[in-house]
């Protein structure tokens, strides 16, 4: 129930990042404040498991993403987020002690989620662009009117 509700907590500052810095912060801002909000999940939830947080918020984005009628955007948010939280685990293993490690994991993850959103924002969507089309994040709104 907590990561729920952090992730509602990143989905409203998805929101106001967005109307501060427009298109630009798909890619710079947002993948960042997403993994803070992660951290803090894990955090609270004192030894939940990482991956799981990721799959949480993937799978509320994907529904999010499939009642706007996006699915396909969803799913690769969903993938996104998954792939950043088995990243994120890996590294918070490998540094040995998994607290000492969730720093170098939120780092690499948020990097990580950086380059992906990058790589959709330039490639899946290439006329959304950061100087594109404008991107809708409100209820109802499309991300790109040629998908």
């Known amino acids: 129930?907590?990561?729920?509700?952090?992730?509602?907590?990143?989905?409203?500052?998805?929101?106001?990042?967005?109307?501060?810095?427009?298109?630009?912060?798909?890619?710079?801002?947002?993948?960042?404040?997403?993994?803070?909000?992660?951290?803090?999940?894990?955090?609270?939830?004192?030894g939940q498991p990482i991956l799981p947080v990721h799959i949480v918020f993937g799978s509320l984005e994907l529904g999010h993403a499939a009642w706007q009628g996006q699915r396909f955007l969803g799913l690769i948010s969903f993938c996104i987020h998954g792939l950043t939280g088995g990243v994120a685990a890996y590294l918070a293993g490998a540094a040995g002690n998994v607290r000492g490690g969730l720093l170098f994991a939120?780092?690499?993850?948020?990097?990580?989620?950086?380059?992906?959103?990058?790589?959709?924002?330039?490639?899946?969507?290439?006329?959304?662009?950061?100087?594109?089309?404008?991107?809708?994040?409100?209820?109802?709104?499309?991300?790109?009117w040629r998908e």
């Open 106 to 144: 939120v780092l690499g993850a948020a990097t990580l989620h950086v380059l992906l959103n990058g790589a959709v924002v330039g490639l899946v969507f290439p006329t959304l662009g950061i100087s594109g089309d404008p991107v809708d994040p409100s209820l109802g709104g499309r991300y790109n």
């Open 1 to 46: 129930m907590v990561t729920v509700l952090v992730a509602i907590l990143a989905g409203a500052g998805n929101l106001v990042l967005y109307r501060w810095k427009r298109n630009r912060a798909v890619v710079t801002l947002v993948p960042w404040w997403e993994e803070f909000c992660k951290l803090l999940a894990v955090l609270s939830l004192s």
